[in-house]
């Protein structure tokens, strides 16, 4: 069919039929396209995987995964794009990804937003408390550009992963990062919904084995935990049980508990004690830094 064919059949179609059918074929040519983004967004992650790399040591003798953050600091151009890439999604388009997907992208907004938040005190930075906890407060200071607005982490990980019933799961706790030496470490690949359950499974076995904070001291009979279940423990709470007994369980192997301990704390019989949270910054040492 030739171009003026086309044209002559179109100005046919809007005589016979009228102007609603030709707003009606925009109408749905216009939603076709905004849909597009969903399908041609990279639901992989790969730059935010690419530079947790360049920024986090592959191995480490200590517990917590440090963050290079002058290494950060010299790739924020690189951040700054992943961010942009994550900012330029409608909520539209959001919604209409698989909710896994959804979910990897507000953890992975979150983790790297924080990092965004340290580098612009990085070096002068000792924890994130030094922002403040009244004006420029971390976590309330509205900095994420997220569907058009800006948005908190709090709003992020609140408002969205905890907020929201169908994002909601008790492990994002062990997925989101505060930039802190007492939080669960940061992983050195980004979240993606295929992968997802594994995924945060790993983190909360990764977080529960580490000694300076979870772990059960047979010489006292009690369960020592991260003031983290203290603070979220209607989260980890199971219908008919209050506190994370009965959901710690599942982890009896990482919190190093046997079977037989392992159904006390279901039960709710083991005492829990409480580690300290240090809100120092998770930052590399000098000497772990490429020359």
């Keep these: 069919m030739s171009e003026g064919d086309r044209v002559n059949r179109k100005t046919w179609t809007i005589a016979r039929y009228g102007l609603p059918l030709l707003l009606l074929s925009l109408l ?3 939603t076709l396209h905004a849909v597009e983004p969903a399908t041609a967004f990279d639901h992989t992650h790969g730059g935010w995987t690419q530079f947790l790399r360049e920024v986090l040591p592959e191995s480490s003798a200590s517990s917590v995964q440090e963050v290079d953050y002058a290494r950060a ?8 794009d992943y961010l942009h890439t994550l900012a330029s999604i409608s909520e539209t388009t959001f919604m209409a990804f698989d909710v896994v997907d959804q979910r990897a992208f507000l953890i992975n907004l979150y983790n790297a937003a924080m990092i965004k938040k340290v580098l612009t005190r990085y070096p002068e930075i000792r924890s994130v408390w030094d922002f403040g906890r009244i004006f420029n407060h971390p976590f309330k200071h509205r900095f994420i550009s997220l569907f058009g607005k800006k948005v908190s982490l709090d709003d992020v990980e609140h408002g969205w992963l905890r907020g929201r019933s169908a994002f909601f799961d008790p492990r994002v706790h062990f997925a989101v990062n505060c930039a802190s030496v007492g939080c669960p470490p940061l992983r050195r690949s ?3 919904g295929a992968t997802l359950e594994a995924a945060l ?4 076995a990764r977080f529960l084995s580490d000694r300076t904070k979870n772990g059960f001291v047979r010489q006292t009979m009690q369960l020592r935990l991260s003031p983290l279940f203290e603070w979220y423990e209607e989260d980890f709470s199971l219908e008919g049980q209050a506190g994370p007994h009965a959901y710690l369980a599942r982890f009896a192997k990482p919190l190093g508990l046997s079977a037989v301990e392992a159904e006390a704390l279901g039960k709710g019989e083991l005492e829990i004690t409480w580690s300290t949270y240090d809100w120092s910054l998770n930052a590399a040492s000098i000497e772990t830094k490429p020359k």
Excluded: C, F, G
């Design 73 to 80: 600091q010299a790739l924020e151009p690189a951040l700054n």
């Design 28 to 30: 749905i040519t216009n």
């Design 190 to 192: 980004a979240y993606v």
């Design 201 to 204: 499974d790993e983190q909360a």
